[in-house]
């Protein structure tokens, strides 16, 4: 079974500041996706970024990148320019890809409350 | 383009009742997935549900169980409440085949507290 470990319960960060959210996971499969999600007051899921791991280049979507080291089996999340609209709980995810059948289930870490400060 | 939609948006139960929660996926998507979310923790998967039948199930006792409808809308239903059952009830859809590897999409859930 994979366990995904999020070993940082709350950060803080400042206005247009960068910070960096740890995340890493157990598994015996060579091929999985790995995710982050934001959880903000409204409580909806939303994806933030998405990382296949049978690729090298770390993923990025706007101000929000990756750290994804395979072998380390760590996967974290940097945000640059920290908006207060950024605060929320933010949770990794990983999947493991299916071949045939119905959709893959997700395994989360239990969160990182992120606090953006003025 | 509506979301994932869930109702009631909370709810108060007493031990031992019963629940049903309902959830419509987002448009075009056809398979729904249930989590619950206990405070201060991570979603945990419950099951998940296509062409109307269970396909996959977490670690979820039998009290838990679940409907699909030709229209793909879904419900879970939770027999014999538990104060461990106090939970956000997290819907979320997928486009299936083609998409089961992909990104699932969430509702905002439904927060059920029992007393």
């Known amino acids: 079974a994979q366990t995904v470990t999020q070993s940082q319960p709350e950060m803080s960060v400042q206005e247009a500041e960068t910070v960096t959210l740890s995340c890493t996971y157990d598994t015996s499969e060579n091929n999985y996706y790995l995710f982050w999600y934001k959880q903000p007051p409204s409580r909806q899921m939303i994806l933030v970024i998405r990382?296949?791991?049978?690729?090298?280049q770390n993923a990025t979507e706007n101000r929000f990148s990756v750290n994804f080291q395979k072998a380390a089996k760590s996967f974290s999340l940097k945000i640059s320019d920290s908006q207060l609209g950024d605060t929320a709980m933010y949770f990794c995810a990983f999947m493991k890809p299916r071949n045939t059948g119905t959709a893959s289930k997700l395994t989360f870490g239990t969160g990182t409350r992120l606090q953006v400060t003025l | 383009d509506a979301g994932v939609t869930q109702s009631p948006t909370h709810l108060i139960k007493t031990r031992g009742q019963q629940v049903t929660l309902r959830c419509s996926p987002k448009?075009?998507?056809?398979?729904v997935s249930w989590y619950q979310q206990a405070l201060g923790q991570g979603p945990q998967f419950i099951f998940q549900y296509y062409e109307e039948e269970e396909r996959q199930r977490g670690n979820f006792p039998d009290r838990f169980s679940g409907h699909q409808f030709p229209n793909y809308s879904s419900e879970l239903n939770v027999n014999a409440l538990l104060l461990g059952d106090s939970a956000l009830y997290l819907c979320?859809?997928?486009?299936?085949?083609?998409?089961?590897?992909?990104?699932?999409?969430f509702g905002n859930g439904t927060r059920l507290t029992v007393t």
């Open positions: 990382q296949e791991a049978y690729k090298q």
């Open positions: 448009s075009g998507h056809d398979t």
């Open positions: 979320a859809s997928s486009p299936n085949p083609r998409g089961r590897n992909s990104p699932l999409h």
